[in-house]
């Protein structure tokens, strides 16, 4: 079946710094990618939606400027946290989607600043 | 607008007991309608998915849904228990048709009893 490759798995970064999160659908392309980010014992909020070579869609209340999100290749989508802070710990998980195939999510990032 | 909403955000089973684990939608057009599992640090896992053909689902690990129009619902079921579905399960809609973005329910964790 289709998988998506989401890494890393985990990180911890000092408070100020960036951490980058990539998303790769492995054998298949994906006309759209989405970024959820999922707080504690909560579900998943979807923080954008980001289509091959161009600009992403934030949902209201999402800073664009401190989630940057790459979608340079139909197969590669990063997602970019600029100057972390703790109150930005949290899991994200991207979903890669193909019109065939659907919904395909990542295994997930745990992010933890410190 | 479509929404989901999961009834009771813990349910407890005995092994081998009757699996009920209760999704109400809403939405404005002809939803598309997902179940997602989630175990610990992990990504999520599609169960089953009704977009608009039979309204008795099935799915994998023995997981079943029936999407019933005139009560809203969508609730997941599974006649026996095993202890590995102990998970965090989601009801999703999908936003926009078939190839729109997932609002998720807020989660209900099932435990598994020996």
């Known amino acids: 079946g289709a998988v998506v490759s989401q890494h890393p798995s985990w990180v911890i970064c000092k408070s100020g710094t960036s951490v980058k999160i990539e998303c790769r659908s492995l054998d298949f392309q994906a006309t759209t990618m989405f970024w959820y980010r999922q707080f504690p014992k909560q579900s998943l909020m979807l923080m954008a939606t980001?289509?091959?070579?161009?600009?992403?869609?934030?949902e209201q209340g999402v800073e664009k400027d401190k989630f940057l999100i790459n979608h340079a290749s139909l197969t590669l989508s990063t997602l970019t946290v600029t100057s972390a802070h703790p109150e930005d710990s949290s899991f994200y998980i991207c979903s890669a989607f193909d019109s065939v195939l659907g919904y395909t999510f990542g295994s997930g990032t745990r992010l933890t600043v410190v | 607008a479509q929404s989901v909403t999961q009834l009771g955000s813990h349910v407890s089973v005995s092994e081998g007991a009757l699996v009920l684990l209760r999704c109400n939608y809403s939405s404005s057009v002809p939803p598309y309608l997902f179940w997602y599992v989630q175990y610990p640090n992990q990504g999520l896992q599609l169960l089953l998915k009704y977009t608009s053909a039979a309204t008795l689902v099935k799915g994998i690990n023995g997981f079943e849904a029936e999407f019933k129009k005139s009560e809203t619902s969508f609730h997941l079921t599974k006649p026996s228990a095993h202890m590995s579905d102990a998970a965090e399960y989601f009801c999703?809609?999908?936003?926009?048709?078939?190839?729109?973005?997932?609002?998720f329910g807020k989660g209900t964790k099932l435990s598994v009893k020996p």
């Open positions: 999703a809609v999908s936003v926009g048709g078939s190839q729109g973005n997932l609002i």
């Open positions: 980001s289509n091959e070579g161009s600009k992403a869609t934030y």
